[in-house]
């Protein structure tokens, strides 16, 4: 180009060169290849953890707006009553909501849903906030260890990630996730929503999670 300017595709491959160098040096010093071979985080594993992270996002996202509907509350422009509470907080409306209503398919519905979600959430922290380490040839999640005998706040959870349990929780988080979404729009009310397919899956989510979540859990007993 005239005066000595330098083209497009000429400042781009000067910055390419840069970042390049750079991710060089990040290869060569994470090695993050090494560390998910030692973890055991196969690209298997690794995506569906990714899936079960991926949904709990999802269903919180969802289940926000899916109260705002229920309890009438218009967010724009002001700030609702929901901002900022952790999912413990806005599964509990939820449940207060469900408690208010009569009984019958809608409520067993959102009250099934309610206890899946909160073993569901306690799976999604374990992973999220947990300290990842091998087991024999399963990656294993250990959140709140007290290894150093320490005193800790927060109770001890762990999460064995082999693929079976993986892929039984993330089903059962998409089952959660696919119900709160529906609810959460402007048509569907919980009995729109709990036909008897819905109703054995949320069921078998519950039992599912509530499994995985339980500190009684035994890895090594195969119930489903």
Known sequence: MAGGVPSTIQVLGDKGGVLAGTTDALAKY?????????????????????AIITFAGGIEYYLER???KLHGIDSNGSKPDTD???????????????GSMASGDGRTLLEVWCAAARSGFVIRHN??????????ETLAYMRNPRW??????????????????????????????????????????PMDIATPVALQALR?????????ASQDYNPSFDKY
């Open 66 to 68: 899916a109260l705002w």
């Open 148 to 189: 150093h005998g320490e005193v800790r706040k927060r109770e001890f959870g762990d999460f064995w990630a082999d693929e079976y349990t993986l892929d039984l929780v993330c089903e059962a988080m998409a089952a959660l996730l696919r119900t709160i979404a529906t609810l959460s729009g402007e048509v569907a009310s």
């Open 127 to 136: 992973i999220a906030h947990g300290v990842p380490t091998k087991i024999g």
């Open 30 to 50: 994470g090695r993050s290849g090494q560390l998910q071979e030692k973890f055991g985080l196969t690209p298997s594993i690794g995506q569906k953890i990714a």
């Open 204 to 212: 078998t989510a519950r039992s599912v999670l509530g499994e995985f």
């Open 84 to 98: 900022g509470r952790p999912s413990s907080d806005l599964i509990g409306m939820l449940e207060q909501f469900a």
